[in-house]
């Protein structure tokens, strides 16, 4: 993974999966009182490995799409189960889901998932052009997930009255209006509400 995506796994990932299992390691060839600074500034706390690029580009992945970032999901007996140069945090909690959920088999230990409506940290944040909003349903709701101003306007709809099904879905917004007029830079509030749930999460728009 590369320094920028740090932030992103750090709330996304590692404090989600901490208690369950999960492991998250990270690599950076930065120079290292660029990467310590950058992991205190954003209060990164899971381990980052420093290396001067030898180790670092043995994990490049041939035909990626650019050459970094690179991420891996291994299962507890080492199988690689994803190898992917553009990170796409949904994809990556569906398959931590789906792993999590088989190491348990019984009723009386049944996979510990999410038991409330989620909405993720928008990616990337800031953004241009675009972003995705990744969130979560402990089952089948009506959604409606729209961008606000700062003064509680909504200025776009990505989602009114719309159903979905329980588990993991990502929305994209590419920082226009419902008319697809170009919104100015900003902060904006993503604000998804399913059944008795509201949940809200700030993005920022760069031009």
């Known amino acids: 993974m590369c320094a920028p995506e740090f932030s992103d796994i750090e709330v996304t990932l590692w404090q989600e999966y901490r ?5 998250v390691v990270g690599i950076s060839n930065e120079p290292v009182p660029v990467i310590e600074n950058f992991i205190a500034d954003q209060g990164i706390t899971f381990p980052v490995l420093h290396d001067d690029s030898g180790v670092y580009n043995q994990y490049n992945i041939p ?3 650019s050459p970094y970032p690179r991420d891996y999901i291994l299962d507890s007996s080492g199988i690689l189960r994803m190898a992917s140069t553009e990170y796409d945090p949904g994809r990556m909690i569906s ?6 959920a088989g190491t348990t088999d019984t009723a009386d230990n049944p996979p510990a998932v999410p038991a409330e409506v989620r909405l993720y940290p928008a990616f990337p944040n800031p953004f241009n052009p675009a972003t995705a909003l990744h969130f979560y349903l402990p089952s089948g709701h009506s959604v409606n997930l729209e961008i606000l101003d700062l003064l509680g306007r909504a200025v776009a709809t990505l989602a009114r009255q719309r159903e979905f099904p329980a588990g993991h879905h990502t929305l994209s917004w590419n920082g226009t209006d419902d008319q697809g007029r170009p919104l100015p830079s900003g902060v904006y509030v993503a604000r998804l509400k399913a059944g008795q749930w509201q949940r809200k999460t700030k993005l920022i728009l760069m031009r």
Do not use: T
């Open 95 to 100: 398959i931590l889901e789906e792993l999590l």
């Open 19 to 23: 208690n369950r299992g999960v492991n």
């Open 63 to 65: 035909g990626g799409q």
